[in-house]
């Protein structure tokens, strides 16, 4: 590109502010709702604590491992897959493209489900999210919010920073009064989370929040998944960290100041979204409404984020040979149309899917923060193999002890995540990486190669091993019931 090119593309890049709120966007979803309650039946205040230090120190290591990538490696757009292809290779980096794909769209089927559930309470028809009559309504949505992102996704990623703002103010009007009425005798009695006040007891409290704190924290990547469109590179790295640090700040605010309202048993047995039962103790029925609009809102906005994110995430990859290539086409407003119909399409099976599902939402999300875990410690891995092997140091090498042990760090922590998610999270994810594929072999077939290396090969057997034990196992449970 010419320098006159790259001058006109850089004035009408994305900003900071905008990439900071689709960060923002993208992690602020229906999860910070239901944190007073999902902690509470896990812990008390000093495991909380500590929980959120372990997850803010792990996922701020790798916040700054997406900054440092997207200023090391800036040839690499749609970061999440373009580094794990970089660092592994074209199979690996394909499963992390598209399990981060079927991620985002897995987990925006939770998104409808929860709006459905919280209308409800009006509409009875929606039941708890599952019935006929919500599948058809949130599939409507689905296509509503797809013609929209069809008209450009610069447009859509301004008006997800006006949801961004809008979404935020009852959760932070939340943080205020909860503080003002947190009562210290309250805040006292449910420092522990159990009769047990041992180191292991604490622990296992501690081990019981992490995928909570996991699914909180997708979406830490937002804005390296959209570096080809920031206004100025190094953008990418500053707005993927002040996006995490502020929701960070709120995420563990909400959490805290809940143990100083209620006693522990009684947020455990809130009803979802609980953040509006804790402010209702407060100040009363109204209080449940505002939450309840926030979550529409909330979710809402970070469908549109992840919608976006999960489009973008084939597109790049198709332009890169790394998907087939119908993947790549744009429509006369540079929207990637056949990626973004992928997606819906996708959102859409999977939302008539839980017509047949006793415990859907429950096992979407489940699913969500399995695939989204292997995109994480790839990416990772690649920073660490970075500065160990000194690649893009060899000019500029001040940094390279910090980016080691950052590096380390989050590659320590994201393949903790995985142990403590025990093998069956690992299982579920093969159930949607083997028949994946079928995109990988296409992929190959167009570019006239050989469809697998002799590794490939292994790892595509093991793959399709792990999704046959993990579909005999979900048959086996559900003959169980």
């Not at 997207?70 to 598209?98: H, M």
């Not at 409507?140 to 992102?149: K, L, P, R, S, T």
């Not at 415990?359 to 891995?381: H, K, N, Q, R, V």
């Amino acid at each position: 590109m010419s320098e006159t090119g790259s001058k006109a593309g850089a004035a009408r890049g994305v900003s900071l502010p905008i990439l900071t709120a689709m960060v923002v966007g993208s992690m602020v979803g229906a999860g910070v709702f239901s944190l007073p309650r999902n902690f509470a039946q896990a812990t008390g205040v000093l495991g909380a604590l500590v929980a959120w230090t372990i997850a803010g120190v792990g996922m701020l290591m790798l916040a700054f491992v997406f900054q440092t990538l997207a200023v090391r490696k800036p040839d690499l757009n749609a970061g999440v897959y373009a580094y794990a292809k970089e660092g592994f290779g074209q199979y690996p980096g394909f499963f992390s493209a598209f399990g981060y794909w079927a991620s985002a769209c897995v987990g925006n089927v939770t998104y409808w489900v929860l709006i459905k559930s919280t209308l409800g309470l009006v509409v009875p028809a929606f039941g708890e999210g599952a019935t006929i009559v919500a599948v058809v309504v949130s599939t409507v949505g689905v296509w509503g919010f797809h013609f929209m992102i069809l008209r450009g996704v610069r447009e859509a990623a301004r008006i997800n920073q006006i949801v961004t703002i809008a979404k935020l103010l009852p959760i932070l009007l939340f943080v205020v009064i909860v503080a003002v009425a947190l009562r210290g005798e309250v805040f006292g009695a449910n420092l522990w989370g159990g009769a047990g006040h041992s180191a292991g007891a604490l622990f296992d409290q501690i081990r019981a929040t992490m995928l909570v704190t996991v699914f909180v924290f997708l979406g830490v990547e937002g804005a390296s998944v959209y570096s080809r469109y920031a206004r100025v590179r190094t953008d990418v790295g500053r707005a993927t960290v002040l996006g995490f640090l502020a929701v960070l700040a709120l995420f563990a605010s909400v959490t805290i100041l809940s143990y100083g309202v209620l006693p522990k048993d009684n947020l455990a047995g809130l009803r979802q979204p609980s953040m509006g039962g804790v402010l209702e103790s407060v100040i009363g029925v109204w209080g449940a409404g505002l939450i309840g609009v926030g979550l529409i809102v909330s979710v809402l906005g970070a469908y549109l984020a992840w919608t976006l994110m999960a489009a973008e995430v084939l597109f790049v990859a198709a332009k890169d040979a790394d998907m087939p290539a119908f993947l790549a086409r744009e429509n006369r407003r540079n929207a990637p149309v056949a990626a973004l119909v992928m997606t819906s399409a996708l959102i859409t099976a999977v939302l008539f899917v839980t017509l047949f599902s006793d415990d859907a939402f429950t096992f979407t999300l489940e699913l969500t923060s399995a695939l989204s875990l292997i995109p994480y410690l790839l990416a990772a891995g690649y920073a660490l193999r970075l500065a160990l092997t000194g690649e893009t140091y060899d000019i500029e090498s001040r940094g390279r002890g910090k980016d080691l042990a950052v590096a380390a760090l989050a590659t320590v922590y994201t393949a903790f995540l995985i142990v403590v998610a025990g093998p069956k999270f690992l299982l579920l994810s093969c159930i949607i990486y083997a028949p994946g594929t079928i995109l990988f072999v296409l992929t190959r077939r167009e570019r006239g190669m050989r469809v697998f290396s002799p590794a490939e090969l292994v790892l595509f057997a093991v793959v399709v091993v792990g999704a046959v034990l993990a579909i005999v196992g979900l048959i086996a449970g559900w003959l169980a019931i």
